[in-house]
């Protein structure tokens, strides 16, 4: 039974984070997600977000909680659903399909090196908190 439930808590973590996320994308470009005009900000923003987010929250949840299903509801569920490797590669994908390999290339980096970035950053400002 405490399986199924944390599965359940994963569940509904991961519908709220995807609603997010595409809200995000319709308020930032009225796009759908897999159609980046120039450069796929709002999807940038969710991973960059999400990372941040994680790096705060994960520090925490691992000596604080008093719920054995926040990390899977908060970190797996919600922020899972949230950011997307899959959106990624599918827009550098049509990036490199349009042509503008250079924007791709810009596009992966600031994602992975923002990303890196943004889970430190979390984590510094979760050092920072008392215990």
């Known amino acids: 039974m405490g399986q199924m439930r944390t599965l359940g808590y994963i569940a509904v973590g991961g519908i709220i984070g995807s609603l997010g996320r595409y809200g995000l994308d319709l308020l930032a470009s009225g796009n759908l997600p897999l159609e980046p005009q120039d450069f796929p900000l709002s999807t940038l923003a969710v991973n960059l977000i999400g ?6 929250l994960a520090p925490v949840l691992l ?3 008093g719920w054995p299903n926040a990390r899977p509801f908060l970190i797996t569920g919600i922020l899972g659903g949230f950011t997307t490797f899959s959106a990624l590669a599918a827009q550098s994908g049509v990036l490199l399909l349009d ?12 994602t992975l090196a923002g990303g890196l970035l943004a889970v430190r950053l979390g984590m510094r400002i979760t050092e920072r908190q008392p215990r």
Do not use: E, F, M, N
């Open 51 to 56: 990372c941040l987010a994680i790096g705060i």
């Open 63 to 65: 000596v604080r909680t």
């Open 99 to 110: 042509g503008q390999g250079w924007r791709a290339a810009a596009y992966l980096v600031a």
